[in-house]
C-alpha cells in the first residue's frame, strides 16, 4: 500500500550507516577495477547524491546493472536501506571507486523443499559487511515476557471461533501448554483490555479534558503488544516473520534483476506526467521509449503522442467504467466489477504497479472490485486514486490496493479514499481492515486516518449523572467498522492505555486533543454517508460474479 503520501525527495536511513561521509572522495579509477579491469554488477560502492535539504551525502549503494550509451557508461543502483524509488541510472563520476565492494562468490544454498539452489546477494537478505568489519553489534530487539491466566474450561467452548492471528500489530496468541511469552516489542508497552471491557476517561496530570476505564468482560482470544503493521504469529505464538498473507502480496523470494529495477521511464496521464517509482510489467517493447502514453478515461497505452490522439478520436469513455456509488460536489467514486471490466482493471493494476512495491499484479481480475475516486471537470472525469478488494475476503479485508496517484498526493484524498472503504464496510455490516504489509506511505496514512478517528469518538463522549464515560473497544470497532486489533494498536500507538486502580483507562491529555482539533481543522474533505448509493452483494453466490 502506500500509496497515499508524497515521498520525501531525499530518502530517509537511519543514523550511523556506513557511507554516510559529507564531502566528495578522491576518484581512483585504477583502484575500482575488478581483475576484469571493470564494474561490474553486484558491486557496492558509496554514490553521490543530494538529500531532501538539498546537501550531498554519499550512502552506501550497489550495482544493479550497467549499460553503455554512445560510448558513456551507466550504472543503475540502489542505495542501501533506502526506499526503491529512489534507485536511479548514474554517471562514473558519481561512484566513489575507491570504497568499491565485489560481491563475493556464494555457495550453493539448499532451498526449503531441500533442493540445491543458490540465494541472491541482494542488501536484504545480507549483514551489513561494514557492520562486521568495525566491530559493532547489531542491535537487539527488546524481549519483555507475559504471563497468561487462562480458565481451563476456555479449551471446551462450543463453537468458539480458533485463535486468528492479528493484523496490525505483534499479537500472542495462547497457548495452553505453556503461559510464557517473549514479544518482541518496537514501543513501551502497556497491558490490553479486554474487548467488551468499557473503559473511562481520566484527567492526566490535572490537564485532559476526558480520560476512558475497564471491567473484567469476555475472555479475550488474544492478547496484543506493540505496533509492528507487518509481523505474523508463527503457530506457537511468537511473532515470527513478516505478514505476507492477502490476495495481492507479491512473492519476494521470485524479484530478480528486472523486477528490481525501473522500467518505465515517464507516464503521460492526461495533463501529468508521472516518474514511476517501481517496475510493472508493461511490454516489453514499450520500456526503451522516452514516455509511456494512457488515455486517462479507459488507461489503455499507446507508443507515441500520435497513437494517443488516434485513440481519443475513437474512445468515447469520459469516466471510469462501472456505476457511479458516490458524488459530492466535484469527486465521484465508480465501483468496477474485475470481471465485467477485465481491459480496465487490469490497466490499472499496470498503473498502479509504477507506485506499488509490495503488491504483485494479477492478470485474473475476476475476484476483484475496484473503486476509482475520480475529480470532474468540463473534459470528464479525471482519476485520482483508487482501491481494490477481494469480493469475498476470509480474513475480513476490506482493501487490497490503494493509492493515490502523485499529483494528488499530500491533499487529503489518500485518507478521503481510506474512509470510503469503511463506509462501505459500515453498510456491508462488518468490520475490516487493509491487507499486510502496507508500504510506509500507506502505514502512514492508515496510523493517521485510524487515530483520528478514534480520537473523534472519545472527545464525543459524554458523560451521565457525573460519572466517567465508558466504551469498550467492541464499541469503538462497531461505531467506525476499524477492526478490534487495529484500535488497539492505534491505542498503544499513541500510549493512550494505563492501568489504574485494577481498571484500564485512556487518558488524553491536552497536548493529544490540542493536536487532533488542529489536524481536523486541516481535514477538509470528509465521506457523506448520504451521498452514498450502495447496495452489497452476497458474492458467496458465485453465479454472480
Given at each position: 500500500?502506500?500509496?497515499?503520501?508524497?515521498?520525501?525527495?531525499?530518502?530517509?536511513?537511519?543514523?550511523?550507516?556506513?557511507?554516510?561521509?559529507?564531502?566528495?572522495?578522491?576518484?581512483?579509477?585504477g583502484a575500482a577495477l575488478s581483475p576484469q579491469g571493470e564494474i561490474i554488477e553486484g558491486c557496492r560502492?558509496?554514490?553521490?547524491?543530494?538529500?531532501?535539504?538539498?546537501?550531498?551525502e554519499w550512502p552506501l549503494a550497489e550495482i544493479l546493472s550497467v549499460k553503455d550509451i554512445s560510448g558513456r557508461k551507466l550504472f543503475y543502483v540502489h542505495y542501501i536501506d533506502f526506499n526503491k524509488r529512489l534507485d536511479e541510472w548514474v554517471t562514473h563520476e558519481r561512484l566513489d571507486l575507491k570504497k568499491i565492494q565485489f560481491p563475493k562468490k556464494e555457495a550453493k544454498t539448499p532451498t526449503k523443499n531441500g533442493l540445491p539452489g543458490s540465494r541472491p546477494g541482494s542488501p536484504e537478505r545480507e549483514v551489513p559487511a561494514s557492520a562486521q568489519a568495525s566491530g559493532k553489534t547489531l542491535p537487539i530487539p527488546v524481549q519483555i515476557t507475559?504471563?497468561?491466566?487462562?480458565?481451563?474450561?476456555?479449551?471446551?467452548?462450543?463453537?468458539?471461533?480458533?485463535?486468528?492471528?492479528l493484523s496490525s500489530s505483534s499479537c500472542l496468541q495462547p497457548n495452553h501448554r505453556s503461559t510464557k511469552r517473549k514479544v518482541e516489542v518496537v514501543s513501551p508497552a502497556t497491558p490490553v483490555p479486554?474487548?467488551?471491557?468499557?473503559?473511562?476517561?481520566?484527567?492526566?496530570?490535572?490537564?485532559?479534558?476526558?480520560?476512558?476505564?475497564?471491567?473484567?468482560?469476555?475472555?479475550?482470544?488474544?492478547?496484543?503488544?506493540?505496533?509492528?503493521?507487518?509481523?505474523?504469529?508463527?503457530?506457537?505464538g511468537i511473532p515470527s516473520a513478516p505478514r505476507m498473507t492477502g490476495s495481492l502480496v507479491s512473492d519476494r523470494s521470485h524479484d530478480d534483476i528486472v523486477t528490481r529495477m525501473k522500467n518505465i521511464e515517464c507516464i503521460e496521464l492526461g495533463r501529468h506526467r508521472l516518474k514511476p517509482w517501481y517496475f510493472s510489467p508493461y511490454p516489453q517493447e514499450l520500456t526503451t521509449l522516452p514516455v509511456l502514453y494512457l488515455c486517462e478515461f479507459c488507461l489503455k497505452y499507446?507508443?507515441?503522442?500520435?497513437?494517443?490522439?488516434?485513440?481519443?478520436?475513437?474512445?468515447?469513455?469520459?469516466?471510469?467504467?462501472?456505476?457511479?456509488?458516490?458524488?459530492?460536489?466535484t469527486i465521484s467514486f465508480f465501483e468496477i466489477d474485475g470481471r465485467k471490466n477485465k481491459s480496465y482493471s487490469q490497466n490499472l493494476c499496470l498503473l498502479a504497479k509504477c507506485f506499488l512495491d509490495h503488491k504483485t499484479l494479477y492478470y485474473d481480475t475476476d475476484p476483484f472490485l475496484f473503486y476509482v475516486m475520480t475529480e470532474y471537470d468540463s473534459k470528464g472525469f479525471h482519476i485520482v486514486g483508487y482501491f481494490s478488494k477481494e469480493?469475498?475476503?476470509?480474513?475480513?479485508?476490506?482493501?487490497?490496493?490503494?493509492?493515490?496517484?502523485?499529483?494528488?498526493?499530500?491533499?487529503?484524498?489518500?485518507?478521503?479514499?481510506?474512509?470510503?472503504?469503511?463506509?462501505?464496510?459500515?453498510?456491508?455490516g462488518k468490520t475490516g481492515t487493509p491487507e499486510k504489509p502496507l508500504s510506509d506511505l500507506g502505514l502512514l496514512s492508515y496510523r493517521s486516518y485510524w487515530s483520528q478517528t478514534i480520537l473523534e469518538i472519545l472527545m464525543g463522549l459524554k458523560s451521565e449523572s457525573g460519572e466517567r464515560p465508558q466504551i469498550t473497544i467492541n464499541e469503538i470497532s462497531e461505531i467506525t467498522s476499524i477492526k478490534k486489533e487495529d484500535v488497539i494498536s492505534t491505542l498503544?500507538?499513541?500510549?493512550?492505555?494505563?492501568?489504574?486502580?485494577?481498571?484500564?483507562?485512556?487518558?488524553?491529555?491536552?497536548?493529544?486533543?490540542?493536536g487532533h482539533?488542529?489536524?481536523?481543522?486541516?481535514r477538509l474533505l470528509r465521506i457523506d454517508s448520504k451521498c452514498l448509493h450502495f447496495t452489497p452483494k452476497d458474492w458467496s453466490k458465485r453465479g454472480k460474479w
Open positions: 500500500m502506500a500509496e497515499v503520501v508524497s515521498p520525501v525527495p531525499g530518502g530517509r536511513r537511519e543514523p550511523g550507516e556506513v557511507g554516510r561521509g559529507r564531502g566528495p572522495p578522491v576518484a581512483d579509477p560502492l558509496p554514490v553521490l547524491r543530494r538529500n531532501q535539504d538539498n546537501e550531498d507475559l504471563r497468561f491466566n487462562l480458565p481451563k474450561e476456555r479449551e471446551a467452548i462450543p463453537g468458539g471461533e480458533p485463535d486468528q492471528p479486554s474487548e467488551t471491557a468499557p473503559a473511562s476517561v481520566f484527567p492526566q496530570n490535572g490537564s485532559a479534558r476526558r480520560a476512558v476505564a475497564a471491567q473484567p468482560g469476555r475472555k479475550r482470544k488474544s492478547n496484543c503488544l506493540g505496533t509492528d503493521e507487518d509481523s505474523q504469529d508463527s503457530s506457537d499507446g507508443r507515441s503522442l500520435k497513437c494517443l490522439q488516434r485513440h481519443l478520436t475513437k474512445c468515447d469513455l469520459r469516466h471510469p467504467p462501472g456505476n457511479e456509488i458516490y458524488r459530492k460536489g469480493k469475498e475476503s476470509t480474513e475480513d479485508y476490506n482493501v487490497a490496493c490503494i493509492l493515490t496517484l502523485p499529483p494528488y498526493q499530500r491533499r487529503g484524498y489518500g485518507k478521503l479514499l481510506i474512509e470510503f472503504s469503511y463506509e462501505l464496510s459500515k453498510v456491508e498503544q500507538y499513541l500510549n493512550l492505555i494505563n492501568y489504574y486502580k485494577g481498571q484500564y483507562i485512556l487518558t488524553l491529555s491536552e497536548d493529544i486533543v490540542d482539533e488542529r489536524a481536523m481543522l486541516k
